[in-house]
Every structure is written in structure tokens, then in C-alpha cells.
């Protein structure tokens, strides 16, 4: 009974957003689990078309952490086109997702939460949208920038976009739908992960050693 009681007495002096952080981490941890075995079933290639077979031979090589990321081209919700490395010089987080997915929600609202941190270390976010969004509907990328990241007013330092066939099989290609890449000023693969909300001390400590750098 007594420790029961201190159980409760614990639990009300939680305040409520330390409560809402231990379900999120709890929701993610498992949603994670659930489109790991998920992801492994429907690789890229299976969401693919004969007509896009050409796509597999512009692919060079396949991102490798400590290697010099492979460079992708893609296009913005405003239509502008990028390679990445036009962003050779800064850290960029090169962030893949599925719009249906809950914890690329989340991810979303909890990078906008440490937008000005990110900005400060001089970090490019560039969030795009996986080929065909893994092969089912959801809200386009400009659609899902507004709804989760609309705290966060339009910034060249976090652009929204759709990934080709060849970045989401270059960086992507057993189809997780959370997945991102930190990349050095340099151009070289740092680290790569999930769930930016449930790793977000990874990032703000790749911000911070970017910031250290510069």
C-alpha cells in the first residue's frame, strides 16, 4: 500500500508535458517496431513500374554513414530545383518520410519545437516526401508542412519537397517511412536514424558540434 501510494504521489507531480513526452516516446518506440517489420515486406522496388526501371541505373551508389553522401536531385513545393550538394558548406538533416506515418508527424511538430536551435548551428533541413509516398495516400508534402509544421513560418532552411525513385532507393531503399541522414559541411554521412522526435539529442548534438565547427 505504501508504495502504491508513493506511485500516485509520484505521478501527480509529473507535469503534464513530461506526461505527453513519456506517451509519445512509448507510441513512437512502438510504432517504430511495427513499420520496421512492416518496411521490410515492401521494399522501394516493389512500388515501382516497368517505366521506371531506367531510374535503377542513374543509381550510383547507396548512402553509407562515414562516406560522402550520394547527391540526389529534387524538387521543392514551390517547384524549385535542388541537387543536394548545392548545400555542400552547411550540415544538412536529409529527412525521408511517409505523410501517413504518425511518428513522422510527431518528428515533424518536434523539429518545428527546436527550429531556432537548428537555425542558429546553421543546419539545413531538407524533409521530403518518399516515392509515391510508399504506395498509399496521404496529404502531399506542401499539405503536411502546413498541418504540422505551421508553427514554423516558410524558411530556406527547411525545405519541403518529393523524393524521385532514385533518392528514396539511393537513401531508402528497404522503404522505412521515418528515416534521416546527418550530413557535414563537408558533404560526408555523419549519422543516420529514425523518429527525430525519439532521437532528437542526436541532432542537437550534431547542431551543436556543427555550430562548434563554424
Known amino acids: 500500500m505504501i508504495e502504491e501510494y508513493r506511485q500516485v504521489e509520484e505521478e501527480r507531480r509529473m507535469t503534464r508535458s513530461q506526461r505527453v513526452l513519456l506517451f509519445g516516446r512509448s507510441i513512437a518506440a512502438f510504432a517504430m517496431i ?3 517489420a512492416y518496411a521490410t515486406m ?9 517505366s521506371d526501371s531506367t531510374a535503377h541505373a542513374q543509381i550510383q551508389t547507396a548512402a553509407k554513414v562515414g562516406a560522402l ?13 535542388y541537387q ?15 505523410s501517413w506515418c504518425p511518428t513522422c508527424q510527431v518528428g515533424t511538430m518536434a523539429v518545428a519545437g527546436v527550429i531556432d ?9 531538407i524533409q521530403l516526401q518518399l516515392y509515391n509516398n ?37 537513401y531508402d531503399p528497404q522503404g522505412y517511412p521515418d528515416i534521416y541522414f ?33
Open 69 to 81: 553522401a550520394p547527391d540526389i536531385a529534387f524538387t521543392t513545393v514551390d517547384g524549385s530545383e
Open 134 to 170: 510508399l504506395g498509399y495516400p496521404g496529404p502531399t508534402a506542401e499539405e503536411f508542412a502546413r498541418q504540422y509544421a505551421s508553427s514554423v513560418p516558410r524558411s530556406p532552411n527547411w525545405l519541403w519537397g518529393d523524393a524521385s525513385l532514385v533518392a528514396s532507393y539511393t
Open 42 to 50: 515492401i521494399p522501394i522496388d516493389s512500388l515501382t513500374s516497368p
Open 34 to 36: 511495427v513499420f520496421a
Open 182 to 214: 546527418l550530413i557535414d559541411e563537408n558533404g560526408t554521412l555523419r549519422a543516420m536514424d529514425f523518429a527525430p522526435h525519439v532521437t532528437m539529442d542526436k541532432i542537437l548534438e550534431f547542431a551543436q558540434a556543427a555550430n562548434r565547427s563554424g
Open 117 to 125: 536551435q537548428l537555425k542558429l548551428a546553421g543546419v539545413q533541413i
Open 84 to 98: 543536394l550538394s548545392d548545400f555542400r558548406g552547411r550540415p544538412v538533416m536529409l529527412w525521408f518520410y511517409a
